[in-house]
């Protein structure tokens, strides 16, 4: 054998090892997202670029003397749109514009806190829909961070409080952790909440997952890029523990049957593009097929117009009895 045919040799093996690298690395994008799910958060919002926005501090102790955006008195917010809106929070405002973003009010204020002020930001991002404001509250929510009753939904997370209302969704951020200013900033979530007149997102989706095994606040709603699957939009999300094994089940409504099924297909063909496995059906779920994504399982089915489907389970029995029951509760929804 010549030097030339075993370098060619030795050239395509490599080749063919990058390849396979750069696909497990696809896949373990993919997987990683399961794990993390698309709907929990690792920051809070308001990594401040003070030279742009100032940090003038009010004094807020009178929630009398606090006026929200479309009062008249008092300090006024800043207002930032889509152009100015990464000014603020640079490198973050991609999830709100994915989402559906109008306008951010923003604000400093302080509170005393025995012989101190402790200082904090209100943020009131106004979305497009209540659905765009469900999508960045459940997107970023932190996990196990207890819910507290505020507005449509809201929780608390050492400095942080968030909430939505409506078509808002709101965080107060404090610069350290305080209690006082926990406490004040809930008392001036609850004003704000009887304060604007809003329309409630419908959510109707939420209803369609089973019950059985579902994680207590982890619904979500991920507008884009979902599953690293440029083609999968509005897709809500629920996590489930079951015999201690993990999964999310997803659903997603679309504009026909056709379409649904179209996409379920896409979807199964984009991941056996990345592991090569072979597609198996699902005993007693008509047209779903079971895919092994490197040791986690995913399940994808099409519903009349809805799109569903289980991701990154840790174990294939439970991938597929979710999806059985996902299905029985989306043929029962859609016969009412």
Not at 39 to 45: C, D, K, L, N, V
Not at 221 to 239: H, I, K, N, Q
Request: net charge negative; charged share 20%; with cysteine.
């Amino acid at each position: 054998m010549s030097y030339t045919k075993a370098q060619t040799t030795t050239e395509t093996i490599l080749s063919i090892a990058i390849l396979f690298g750069l696909g497990a690395i696809a896949a373990a994008v993919l997987v990683t997202q399961g794990r993390f799910d698309v709907q929990q958060a690792s920051y809070p919002t308001g990594e401040l670029s003070v030279e742009k926005t100032g940090d003038a501090l009010i004094e807020a102790g009178d929630r009398s003397g606090f006026s929200w955006p479309d009062d008249s008195s008092g300090v006024k917010f800043q207002v930032f749109d889509v152009e100015t809106l990464a000014d603020l929070i640079n490198g973050k405002a991609e999830t709100y514009f994915q989402a559906g973003f109008e306008r951010l009010y923003y604000k400093r204020v302080s509170v005393a806190d025995d012989s101190k002020q402790i200082g904090g930001s209100v943020y009131i991002f106004q979305m497009l829909s209540g659905e765009a404001a469900f999508s960045v509250y459940s997107t970023q929510r932190r996990a196990g961070s207890p819910p507290i009753d505020l507005g449509d939904s809201a929780y608390h997370a050492q400095n942080l409080l968030a909430f939505i209302h409506g078509q808002f969704y709101v965080e107060f951020v404090c610069d350290e952790i305080s209690d006082t200013w926990l406490t004040f900033m809930r008392a001036l979530g609850q004003q704000f909440v009887d304060s604007q007149a809003i329309s409630p997102a419908s959510l109707a989706e939420l209803a369609l997952f089973p019950a059985e095994g579902l994680v207590p606040d982890s619904f979500a709603l991920a507008m884009r890029d979902v599953f690293s699957f440029d083609r999968f939009d509005r897709v809500y999300t629920a996590r489930y523990t079951i015999s201690g094994h993990q999964a999310t089940a997803f659903l997603s409504v679309r504009a026909s049957p056709a379409q649904a099924k179209e996409l379920a297909g896409a979807y199964a063909t984009f991941l056996t593009g990345l592991t090569g496995e072979t597609p198996k059906p699902v005993d007693g779920l008509d047209g779903a097929v079971f895919i092994d994504v490197f040791g986690e399982y995913e399940v994808i089915f099409s519903e009349g117009n809805i799109l569903a489907g289980v991701h990154a389970a840790d174990d294939p029995k439970t991938a597929e009895d979710l999806a059985r029951k996902l299905g029985e509760g989306l043929t029962k929804g859609l016969s009412k």
